[in-house]
């Protein structure tokens, strides 16, 4: 028997995989060819407005600061992204959105609001309602796992290192 849990699962999976899959494509077509997924998404958690901090903006992420360097580093000679010392306090690197990376980053959230409209326009207010509270629960529960299993590799990489002052 096939039960709605079932439907649902495979449709969570299923929209999480199209999703990427279409932004892959969109980009790979468009104008913004030279872009992944990953320096779209960074551009996104960057922001159009004003500067952030690299570590900010790492941690909104869930990446290391030296990952985001890599990433930022390409995104700069791309174009996209410019980085300077801050001028109160020099040890802070911040990150802005040049124009072209303020222009892809308004294409990505134009995607986005499509499918938000698409699917909650012919919802009733209290449907529209539900799908958000339901969204939202969902987002919570996965947030907690990543935390769990971060919490869990944090303690292993901690219990390693000190293994190793051991010896």
Avoid: W
Wanted: with cysteine; hydrophobic share 35%.
């Amino acid at each position: 028997m096939y039960s709605a849990e079932n439907e649902f699962a495979e449709g969570l999976l299923r929209i999480f995989d199209n999703v990427l899959l279409t932004e892959e494509k969109a980009l790979s077509k468009g104008y913004f060819s030279n872009l992944s997924i990953a320096e779209l998404h960074t551009l996104e958690a960057i922001g159009p407005y004003e500067a952030r901090a690299m570590s900010e903006t790492a941690a909104r992420l869930g990446i290391t600061t030296g990952t985001l360097t890599v990433a930022i580093d390409r995104l700069v000679r791309k174009g996209y992204v410019e980085r300077y010392r801050d001028s109160k306090d020099r040890r802070v690197v911040r990150i802005c959105l040049t124009r072209q990376g303020k222009l892809a980053y308004r294409m990505h959230a134009k995607f986005h609001k499509l499918l938000v409209k698409r699917i909650m326009d012919p919802l009733s207010e209290e449907d529209r309602n539900r799908m958000a509270r339901l969204v939202r629960e969902v987002d919570q529960f996965i947030k907690e796992q990543y935390e769990k299993y971060s919490d869990e590799e944090r303690a292993r990489n901690e219990s390693k290192k000190a293994e190793g002052n051991e010896k």
